[in-house]
């Protein structure tokens, strides 16, 4: 069993706590948690397996979530800050991946489409997209009433942006998400005509709270895991 490895980030605003899981390629792949009560330890079974496949990978609590100090208040631009000060503890070598979950969908969309980061694999497991106005919004009842006006997802300018990647994309829906909706993930698909392959990946039967979902259910836990390895490349795995 891999064994993670802390390490504290240091931001002008906060102290992320973050791990790496190390495996004999390096660690060239950071992982997203997503909002609420999620932190970074949801998804540790996942970078397990993906380590055993020889995936090494880091993960962050953003700030206000798990073992991360919470001094001042969050906002999706605060957690795509963190998310590029993550990037890097990466190792510098060869192709680097991203993998955002729910929440840090557009940020990962948004770290990959700035060429400065290096992105060669983009995913998204349930990823949402946001109006551009909610970006720099404070969470809190402004944020919401702003990110629940009908469609208001539409306005995200990671569906303008993605049109200058040149990576490889894997977009992960949960057949039965009834959180994040299912064209958010296809606009992407559409809109990104310059990436070398960009693949929307179902998972029939499967809802929003992926990781406790698969935590409980082997089958699905060992369908996530092959998508992610295959999509961030791993050695001698071939496309789902």
């Known amino acids: 069993m891999h064994a993670p490895r802390p390490f504290t980030i240091d ?15 390096g660690i060239r792949c950071l992982l997203l948690h997503g909002a609420g009560t999620s932190h970074r330890g949801r998804w540790l079974a ?3 397996a993906l380590a055993a496949r020889g ?6 609590d953003f ?8 001094r001042t208040p969050n906002s999706l631009a605060k957690r795509h800050a963190e998310a590029a000060a993550a990037l890097s503890c990466l190792d510098t070598d ?11 969908g557009e940020i990962a ?37 702003q990110i629940r006006r009908e469609q208001s997802w539409r306005r995200s300018r990671v569906f303008r942006d993605i049109a200058a990647f040149r990576g490889r994309m894997t977009l992960v829906r949960a057949g039965h998400d009834q959180v994040i909706p299912p064209e958010i993930a296809a ?10 392959d960009a693949r929307i990946v179902d998972l029939p039967g499967a809802g929003h709270m992926l990781s406790v979902q698969a935590a409980q259910d082997a089958a699905l836990m060992a369908r996530l895991c092959a998508v992610l390895a295959e999509a ?9």
């Open 11 to 25: 931001t002008p605003d906060e102290t992320l706590a973050a791990d790496r899981l190390d495996a004999a390629s």
């Open 46 to 48: 996942v970078r397990q």
């Open 55 to 60: 995936i090494g990978s880091l993960a962050i």
């Open 63 to 70: 700030s206000g979530h798990g073992e991360s100090s919470a």
């Open 94 to 104: 060869g192709p680097r991946s991203v993998i955002g979950i729910s929440m840090s």
């Open 109 to 145: 969309v948004r770290l990959a489409c700035d060429p400065r980061h290096r992105i060669g694999h983009l995913v998204t497991v349930v990823g949402a997209a946001y109006d551009e106005a909610a970006f720099a919004t404070p969470f809190g009842p402004a944020f919401s009433a």
């Open 187 to 196: 606009t992407l698909q559409a809109n990104a005509a310059q990436a070398q």
């Open 232 to 240: 961030v490349g791993a050695p001698g795995t071939a496309a789902a």
